[in-house]
């Protein structure tokens, strides 16, 4: 037993040596051809496997060269590191700009799954140990490549300070991972955008300086409405809010289905009358505590009118965001409730 095991060792030894040799003897092209016939090997190996084999081989891996460093003097360590900088530069260097945003996305979430799983103790560690291998690169560094290293960071800092002048929000772009002392970044021109002092000529709505032009053809408080909320919306298709005709109806939603939101009401001799939210008092029935005195809210027939001569525009209804939009606009001497109503103001924001 003992002489059959040690000539299957010898003929391992033996195949070994003769791999090493043949290889040894190989070109350069040889050499490539046999690299991409491994790792094409490898790639369907590695696709074939499941998830514990996977994991084993990991595991497996992770321990062979965790014992192999162990193993390593310091100069073959740092021969081992050398090897290892110049691969994984030589490899960026070829990637596109695809495979580099796609490595560091991979790296991102690699990283944030291992930290979450980090305790408190293991944190403080790796802390320590980025800590001490950052302050050993900068000991290891000569002065050129410290000087270097400098010009290219005030040269990323010079480029960064002059795309903030500019009036474009990409000098705000990474500024919380990349904070420069020297940049006044609350007096920039998009974060200093002054007091409402501007008044809409229209509708007296206070505005910043550089606020876009309010709602312009928002119906006068003089014209008198005639509403009929269950008539079909303007510039709908008329089939398109009629009863059905055959029993099976087929439909196509997009994105996602929302239950209906009609309220029902039940008179005195005990009738019930569906309001849909597009009726006239829907705000009033949904937010009483806001519209406590039954004002009318947004319905589809709601005319635009003409800014100059206040007179109706035929076939133009106003839209429901341009509705609230109206009545969430800040005036001087004007009692807003919607604005003072907090969590509600935000429930009422999302709903309508």
């Known amino acids: 037993m003992t002489s059959k095991r040690k000539s299957n060792l010898a003929i391992s030894s033996s195949r070994a040596r003769a791999a090493k040799l043949a290889r040894s003897l190989e070109s350069e092209k040889d050499s490539q051809i046999c690299r991409t016939l491994d790792a094409e090997r490898l790639a ?29 003097t310091s100069q073959q360590t740092q021969a081992r590191q050398v090897l290892d900088a110049e691969r994984h530069a030589a490899q960026r260097a070829a990637e596109t700009s695809q495979q580099t945003q796609a490595r560091q996305v991979l790296d991102a979430e690699r990283h944030a799954a291992q930290r979450a799983t980090e305790t408190s103790q293991q944190t403080q560690a790796r802390q320590i140990l980025d800590a001490e291998r950052q302050a050993s690169y900068i000991a290891a560094e ?24 500019m009036n474009t929000w990409e000098a705000f772009a990474d500024a919380a991972f ?11 021109r998009l974060v200093l955008i002054g ?6 000529r229209h509708y007296e709505a206070l505005k910043w300086k550089e606020e876009t032009p309010a709602l312009e053809r928002m119906p006068g ?12 919306p303007s510039e709908e298709h008329e089939r398109r809010y009629k009863a059905f005709l ?13 239950a209906s939101r009609d309220i029902v009401l039940q008179a005195r001799d005990n009738t019930l009358t569906r309001a849909p939210d597009t009726h006239k008092f829907y705000d009033a029935l949904q937010y009483p505590l806001m519209f406590s005195k039954g004002q009318e809210g947004y319905h589809f027939q709601i005319p635009q009118v003409n800014p100059v001569t206040n007179v109706p525009l035929s076939n133009k209804k106003v839209s429901s965001m341009d509705f609230y939009a109206y009545h ?3 005036r ?13 103001a935000y429930q009422f924001y999302v709903d309508m």
Not at 195 to 200: Q, T, Y
Not at 221 to 232: A, F, G, M
């Open 44 to 72: 369907t190996q590695r696709a074939a496997e499941t998830f514990e084999q996977t994991q084993t081989r990991h595991n497996f891996d992770a321990d062979r060269s965790a014992a192999q460093r162990a193993a390593d």
């Open 142 to 165: 000569t002065s050129e490549e410290t000087r270097r290293s400098r010009l290219i960071n005030s040269e990323r800092q010079a480029e960064r300070r002059l795309t903030f002048t």
């Open 178 to 188: 990349d904070y420069d002392p020297l940049i006044d970044y609350f007096n920039h």
């Open 195 to 200: 007091r409402m002092a501007n008044k809409c």
């Open 221 to 232: 408080e003089n014209n008198k409405l005639v509403i009929h909320p269950d008539r079909t």
């Open 246 to 258: 055959i029993n099976e109806v087929a439909a196509m939603v997009c994105g996602e289905q929302f």
């Open 328 to 330: 969430m606009m800040i």
């Open 332 to 344: 001087e001497d004007d009692f807003n409730v919607i604005q003072r109503c907090k969590q509600l």
